[in-house]
């Protein structure tokens, strides 16, 4: 059995997360999604929202799971039996960074595979970052995240204020 990891924080998920999901999840036998937790960063979302919002998304995909984490990734890995991490690729600028943590990660342990994948060309451009920052304008985000993300969003704006 092939088992992947896909980490990052989905603070919110978005649709390109979702099409990297997809993908990944029709190449291996199994994907687990790992929600970071990220010490660094401040998230508009608790780690139990996002893996909710996760879990709803990706429901009908059976071979996939959620599960929160942190600390390092490789350690999620191995806790997972995975032997691929899946990283998702938007620009050039990403490819760099990305590349980096793989070659970090190859030296913790050799036994884990990168596996990248390219955002289909209608996500190219899109973050959560950029994401959260027009929901919390008040901005129309239903091209960009599933219509319960939409709504998280909006519920979670509405409660701290605009442009909060």
Known sequence: MIRAIYPGS????????LDIIRRAAGVVDELVV???????KRPLFSIGERVEMLKRCTAGLENVRVLSFDGLTVEFARSQDARIIVRGLRAVTDFEVE???????????HNIETMFLTT?????????T?????ASYGADVSNFVTPDVAAALAEKFAAKGPAE
């Open 10 to 17: 989905f603070d919110p998920v978005t649709l390109g997360h």
């Open 34 to 40: 790992g929600v970071l937790t990220n010490k660094s």
């Open 99 to 109: 590349m980096q943590i793989a070659q970090n990660n190859r030296i913790v342990d």
């Open 120 to 128: 289909g060309l209608q996500y190219a451009y899109l973050s959560s």
């Open 130 to 134: 950029i994401v959260k920052e027009m």
